[in-house]
Each structure stands twice: as structure tokens, then as C-alpha cells.
């Protein structure tokens, strides 16, 4: 198998939008953070996408400084590639969620292509008790609230970090996400080949029926041909099914706890290294082999991971 039939697995190993309370097993703390991505790596993961916390309250933490202590510890112990989140939080600024890309020079950052509703809120059906009182205000909030990505804010968020030689992770919620890529990039704000992740089964964006995949899909090829490596994340229940449609089709996948924090239905993922795991036994299942962190710099043309800031 040549390696651009190869498979990367990336692994969002935190994110902002799961709470403490949730799952016993969401990393927290920078060790945390650090010691499961490095699980992650080792399970089979190529990328990890990573988010920074408040080590107390697990509150979303986007200051460069709380990012510092895990990236060293990641860098001096494994070749996977690293993966800055600029989407923080929605309820942060732009300036404000770009500075730890900035300042860390990753070889990929994430990208969110276009504004949308964020609609967290359904969560609380399911979770009833929080240990912290920011958690159940950030889920209601997301009833009124707009994740800002305007095209004046992606621009910025390219011309900062453009300059770093990093790559991006450009996340597609919806079909218009697909188009404003296609804007920037026959702008010559972006090059190809690019790694569009498309995102299923938030509220806000698109579904995750297959319907949704395929079309999302169709889209891409129609307006980026061979010029992009294509990946899917499906949130929640959707995790793996999403994936395997994925696999199954070509593409690469996106798992960990930022997505979901089920490993099956009513079962906790103990640890991202499992879903790792999971979606690796589907993809071997098909006959299909995953890529190693070298493998990956060279099917999306990464800077090296002797070119990052930390």
C-alpha cells in the first residue's frame, strides 16, 4: 500500500466543550493533557489535536502559557505530530484564540471555516450535576450563541499564522464552510494540498446520516479535486459510524474525547488511546493500514516537527 492510500488517525484529545463532570476520564491538568496524547500516539494516533485547561476547574484556558508544559513534554517523547487548536472557545475572540498557534509554531493548526449557531444546550438533558458552576452556564449560554468565524476573522487568523509554515486543519461544518475554503484558497491564502476535516452531527451544522457525508464529500471533490486530503469527526454516537463510512470511502478520521466521550452505547471511553484503538480495528478491518506520524507529514506536506516553536 503506497503511503497516500494510508490512513491518519488524528486524536482531539481535550477540546472545550465537554466538562469536568462529564467523564471522569477527560484530561484536565497539563500532565493530564500530555500523558494521554502520548497514549494516543502510541495507540496508533499520527496527529493530536490538543486544547489547553484550567488545571482547577477545567474551565478552556487559550493563553500560550497553559499550552507550554504538555508541548515540551509530547515534543521530547514522541514524533507525532502536534495540532494547536484556534478554535479555543467560542465564546473567545479571535486574536484571542490564534495566540497559542502563534507563539507555538505547530506544524498544523485547526481552522473553523465560517460562523454558526453552537448548540451545546442538549447536554444538559443528559447531565444533571456539575462540580463547577461555570459548566452548566457555558451549556445554556450556547442557546443564544453565534460561534463567530467571519471571513475577516479567518483572515486573520491566516496572515498570522501563514507566516509560521504551518498547515491547518481547515474544519467544515457545513457545506458553505466548503465554499468559503474554496474563496481563500483561489485567493492564495491557503495551498494545497489541503486537509479538510468535516465535522458531523453538531447542532448547528450538518447531520451525521450518511446522506450528509456523502454530499459534504461530493462537494469537496467538486471544488478541490485532488488538491485535498479529506477527514471526518462525527460528534457523540456518531464517532464511529461516521469514521467507518470514512475509512470505508478513502478518507481519514478524527476521533477522542473533544468529540465524544463514549467508547460504545452507555459505556465511557476510559482513555483516547481506546477510541484510537476502536477506530483502528475498523480500519484494519478493511483492509487498510494507518500512517505514522512520518507518513502523514508527507501526504499533507508538513513543515517537520523540527520547525515548531517548542
Known amino acids: 500500500m503506497t503511503v497516500a492510500n494510508k490512513v491518519i488517525i488524528s486524536c482531539a ?17 497539563a500532565d493530564e493533557i500530555a500523558q494521554s496524547a502520548l497514549a494516543a500516539a502510541e495507540a496508533g494516533a499520527a496527529i493530536v489535536h490538543l486544547h489547553a485547561r484550567n488545571p482547577v476547574d477545567g474551565r478552556p484556558d487559550q493563553t500560550p502559557e497553559a499550552f507550554e508544559p504538555f508541548l515540551r513534554v509530547i515534543k521530547q517523547s514522541s514524533n507525532v505530530v502536534v495540532n ?7 465564546y473567545m475572540s479571535v486574536e484571542e484564540r ?8 505547530p506544524e498544523i493548526a485547526s481552522l473553523n471555516m465560517g460562523s454558526m449557531n453552537f448548540g451545546l444546550f442538549p447536554m ?16 445554556e449560554n ?23 509554515g504551518a498547515r491547518y486543519e481547515f474544519e467544515c461544518y457545513d457545506t458553505s464552510h466548503l465554499y468559503n475554503l474554496h474563496y481563500f484558497w483561489t485567493e492564495g491564502l491557503v495551498k494545497a494540498p489541503l486537509f479538510i476535516q468535516t465535522c458531523f452531527g453538531l447542532l448547528g451544522g450538518i447531520g451525521p446520516h450518511p446522506d450528509d457525508i456523502m454530499h459534504m464529500k461530493r462537494t469537496a471533490d467538486r471544488l478541490f479535486g485532488d488538491q485535498y486530503r479529506w ?40 482513555t483516547n488511546a481506546s477510541q484510537v484503538l476502536q477506530v483502528r480495528k475498523i480500519i484494519e478491518g478493511l483492509g487498510l493500514e494507518v500512517a505514522t506520524p512520518d507518513e502523514a507529514r508527507d501526504i499533507l506536506q508538513l513543515k517537520g516537527g523540527d520547525k515548531v516553536g517548542f
Open 84 to 90: 494547536l487548536t484556534t478554535g479555543g472557545s467560542p
Open 13 to 29: 484529545v481535550t477540546g472545550s466543550i465537554h466538562t469536568p463532570s462529564m467523564s471522569p476520564h477527560l484530561p484536565i491538568t
Open 124 to 139: 444538559l438533558k443528559r447531565f444533571k450535576e456539575f462540580k463547577h458552576e461555570w459548566e452548566p452556564q457555558m451549556l
Open 142 to 164: 450556547s442557546k443564544d450563541l453565534v460561534f463567530r468565524n467571519s471571513f475577516k476573522d479567518i483572515a486573520y487568523a491566516l496572515t498570522t499564522l501563514n507566516e509560521t
Open 231 to 270: 477527514s471526518v469527526l462525527g460528534a457523540g454516537r456518531s464517532q464511529m459510524p461516521t469514521a467507518a463510512i470514512a475509512a470505508a470511502m478513502g478518507g481519514n478520521v478524527r476521533v477522542g474525547l473533544e468529540d465524544s466521550l463514549w467508547l460504545g452505547k452507555g459505556k465511557l471511553a476510559p
Open 98 to 105: 490564534v495566540r497559542p498557534a502563534a507563539t507555538w509554531k
